[in-house]
C-alpha cells in the first residue's frame, strides 16, 4: 500500500532557527519527491522537487531524500516569519502518462519573531 | 511566471445539483489533474487526464465525476448530484512531462449544503 508520513505538528520556532521537516514512507517504488508550501486557503506551492536519492539546495531551503530508509527531510535555515505555513511532502512512481501525486498530512509551521 | 488559473475561487450549491469546475493549466504542458482537500485533511489524487482520455483515476473518482477538455485551455471537473461530502477544496495542477512535477493552481472551495 503507497503509504506517506508526516507529523502535523504544529511546530513553533523562533525567527532565524533551523527547522526540520520530514516524511517517511512505505513504497520503495517512489522515486520522485517533492516539498510544497501552503498557505492557508491557497493552493500548493513547489518549494523542492528531487529525483532518487541525495541532498538538493535551493537558498534557505534543503531537501533530502534518503530511499534506503525511505526518509525525506526538508531543512529550512535562517527561518522567517514569511516561512510560517503548512509544509507538504509528496512523492510519485514513474508511470507511462499522468502519474498520482501522493500527499502528506502537512505540517503546520510558525516562525515567530 | 505561467501558472495554473482556476474558476471560480469559491462555489455554493445544494446538495443534488451538478457543478462544473474550471481550470486553465499551464500552456505548455500536457498533463492534468483534479485533486481535493477536505479541510484539516490530506489532498487527494482524484483523476489524471492525457491526450483526451483519463489515465489514472481514484477510488474517489466514481460514476458522479467526470472530466473534460472543451477547448485547447480548459481543463474541467462536473460533479452530478453533489453530496455534503463532496464539500472540499478541489485542486487542478498540471505537468509537462512524464513523473515531473506538478504546478497547482489556487482551488476552488466548494460547499454542498
Known amino acids: 500500500q503507497k503509504e506517506v508520513e508526516q507529523d502535523p505538528g504544529p511546530l513553533s520556532v523562533p525567527e532565524g532557527a533551523i527547522v526540520s521537516l520530514n516524511c517517511t514512507y512505505s513504497?520503495?517504488?517512489?522515486?520522485?519527491f517533492m516539498w510544497y508550501r501552503q498557505y492557508s486557503r491557497k493552493g500548493p506551492e513547489l518549494l523542492m522537487y528531487?529525483?532518487?536519492?541525495g541532498n538538493k539546495e535551493d537558498g534557505r531551503f534543503t531537501a533530502q531524500v534518503d530511499k534506503s530508509s525511505k526518509y525525506i527531510s526538508l531543512f529550512i535555515r535562517d527561518s522567517q516569519p514569511s516561512d510560517s505555513a503548512t509544509y507538504l511532502c509528496?512523492?510519485?512512481?514513474?508511470?507511462?502518462?499522468?502519474?498520482?501525486?501522493?500527499f502528506g498530512t502537512g505540517t503546520s509551521l510558525t516562525v515567530i519573531p | 511566471e505561467p501558472e495554473v488559473t482556476q474558476t471560480p475561487s469559491h462555489q455554493v450549491t445544494q446538495m443534488g445539483q451538478e457543478v462544473i469546475l474550471r481550470c486553465v493549466p499551464i500552456?505548455?504542458?500536457?498533463?492534468f489533474y483534479w485533486y481535493r482537500q477536505i479541510l484539516g485533511q490530506k489532498v487527494e489524487f482524484l483523476v489524471s487526464?492525457?491526450?483526451?482520455?483519463?489515465?489514472?483515476k481514484s477510488e474517489i473518482f466514481d460514476d458522479q465525476f467526470s472530466v473534460e477538455r472543451p477547448d485547447g485551455s480548459n481543463f474541467t471537473l462536473k460533479i452530478r448530484s453533489t453530496k455534503l461530502e463532496d464539500s472540499a477544496m478541489y485542486f487542478c495542477?498540471?505537468?509537462?512531462?512524464?513523473?515531473?512535477?506538478?504546478?497547482f493552481g489556487p482551488g476552488t472551495r466548494l460547499l454542498v449544503l
Open positions: 513504497n520503495s517504488a517512489f522515486q520522485y
Open positions: 495542477a498540471s505537468s509537462s512531462l512524464v513523473a515531473e512535477t506538478q504546478y
Open positions: 487526464f492525457y491526450n483526451n482520455e483519463i489515465s489514472e
Open positions: 509528496a512523492m510519485s512512481a514513474r508511470g507511462n502518462t499522468g502519474n498520482q501525486f501522493y
Open positions: 500552456s505548455n504542458h500536457l498533463y
Open positions: 528531487t529525483y532518487s536519492s
